[in-house]
Structure formats: C-alpha cells, structure tokens
C-alpha cells in the first residue's frame, strides 16, 4: 500500500471535523478536543490556535490516487524531543499498516534522535505501533495519558527535510 504524507489544507476541514465526531477516534483524541459535540467554530478555532506544530494528511493510493485517510502531527518543534502523534480517521482502514507507515515517515522527515508520544493508557492499537517502532514507556504525561519516548541513536540535526527535500524549518512561515 502506498502511503504519502501532505501539509494539511483549508478544504481537509470538513473531513477532519467529521473524523472527529467519530467516537472510535475522538475517544482517545487529547480532552481538549475530546467532543462528539465539537462545532466548526471550536474546529476552525482550535487549528488557528496552534504553535510550533505542523499537521499531515496521510493519503493511501489504491490504484485510482491518492484518498485521504487520516493524520498525523508533530509539535514541540523547537525542541530536541518534539512529540508525535496520529489517527486514521477512515476506521475501516484500522489494521492496515497505514498508521505504521505514517510514523515511519514522519520519523524519517523529522530526522531527530529523540521524539515523544503521548498516548492514552487504554488506546491498545496506538501503544503497540509505537512500541513496535522503539517507543518505550516512560512515564505519565498530560491527562492521564501515557509518554513514550524514542531515542533513534542518531545525532541531533536540527533543520528537519520536508517532503520537497530543501531543508527549511517545519514550523510554517506565517503568510
């Protein structure tokens, strides 16, 4: 299955709203954003607030081009562990290996030695792909959730590569 990773646009929106009325997804979504009753106000609003954090698509080709499937983040990027996360919004896609490919990717676009995950203790299918990555358990993070760290062994290079290959920020520019 081929899996790519683009910058999030205006027009995603509406399906990132409907994903996250879903309960299998907002369920394990951070509290702040933990609602079946999230408005496109408080949708809009809380995409508008975010800092130092840059938001993928995740897309899958399945011979007819690439379809939306779900999302994946980075934030923290101005530090030397920024932290990761990611959900499928498409929940008949769950057990595919997208979400692995998605957080190889990421891993490799980020290129840092270090990353974070937060993870909510019952969320079983998200603590075994990060593990099975080299994400270990280090503690209580916000909310109740769990922190997962990964330490790649690599050295530190603070410029990240995005998908264009140019070695820009990931923290966007605003316009």
């Known amino acids: 299955m081929d899996v790519k990773l683009r910058e999030i646009k205006r027009e995603d929106f509406p399906l990132l ?3 996250a009325h879903i309960k299998e997804v907002w369920t394990y979504l951070p509290t702040s954003r933990k609602s079946e009753n999230l408005t496109w106000e408080g949708h809009f609003s809380w995409w508008e607030s975010r800092i130092s954090r840059v938001d993928w698509m995740i897309l899958v080709n399945f011979g007819y081009g690439a379809r939306p499937v779900g999302v ?3 934030k923290d990027l101005e530090t030397d562990h920024p932290e990761v996360g990611l959900y499928i919004g498409e929940v008949t896609l769950w057990g595919k290996g997208i979400s692995r490919r998605a957080l190889e990717l990421v891993i490799e676009r980020v290129n840092r030695p270090r990353l974070w995950a937060v993870i909510h203790p019952g969320n079983k299918r998200s603590i075994r792909l990060f593990t099975d ?18 330490s790649s062994g690599r050295p530190k290079i603070p410029v ?3 998908e ?5 920020s990931l923290i966007p520019v605003p316009a």
């Not at 990555?133 to 990964?150: I, S, V």
Request: hydrophobic letters at 35%; a positive charge.
């Open 72 to 74: 994946v983040h980075v």
């Open 17 to 19: 709203l409907a994903w």
């Open 133 to 150: 990555l080299g994400f270990k358990k280090e503690g209580r993070a916000r909310n109740g959730q769990d922190l997962y760290k990964y």
């Open 160 to 162: 990240p590569v995005l």
């Open 164 to 168: 264009t290959g140019d070695r820009r």
